[in-house]
């Protein structure tokens, strides 16, 4: 079973920065693909980044040059430092692990075996 708990949402003004981290459980954490995913209100869930254990990266282009995504094995986290933060990063923040595939940074949900309950960004103007 593995356990993901994420932390570091928060308040902040455009242009602002917050950095995610998703604490996960489970021996296996260094095999794992891990992702972030955001949902906003009336909206579906939608990728942000991924990051296999190899170190692979996939990032939605909307957030290219915006957000990056890295991991710490010692620790069993992974991370998502936001910058420039607009009014339309607004969302909850999901991290997720997949048992399923490790060399391979995906932004297909279903191969995310493993969520957590979300963080809420809030971005004001």
């Known amino acids: 079973q593995v356990q993901l708990v994420e932390s570091g949402g928060g308040s902040v003004q455009a242009g602002g920065s917050l950095r995610l981290s998703c604490a996960t459980s489970g021996r296996a954490f260094g095999s794992y693909t891990m992702g972030w995913f955001r949902q906003a209100p009336g909206k579906d869930r939608e990728f942000v980044a991924a990051i296999s254990w190899s170190g692979n990266i996939e990032l939605a282009d909307s957030v290219k040059g915006q957000f990056t995504i890295s991991r710490d094995g010692a620790k069993n986290t992974v991370y998502l430092q936001m910058n420039s933060l607009k009014t339309e990063d607004t969302a909850v923040y999901y991290c997720?692990?997949?048992?399923?595939?490790?060399?391979?940074?995906?932004?297909?949900?279903?191969?995310?075996?493993?969520w957590g309950r979300g963080t809420q960004v809030t971005v004001s103007s």
């Open positions: 997720a692990a997949s048992t399923v595939i490790s060399t391979e940074a995906s932004s297909n949900p279903s191969l995310y075996n493993y």
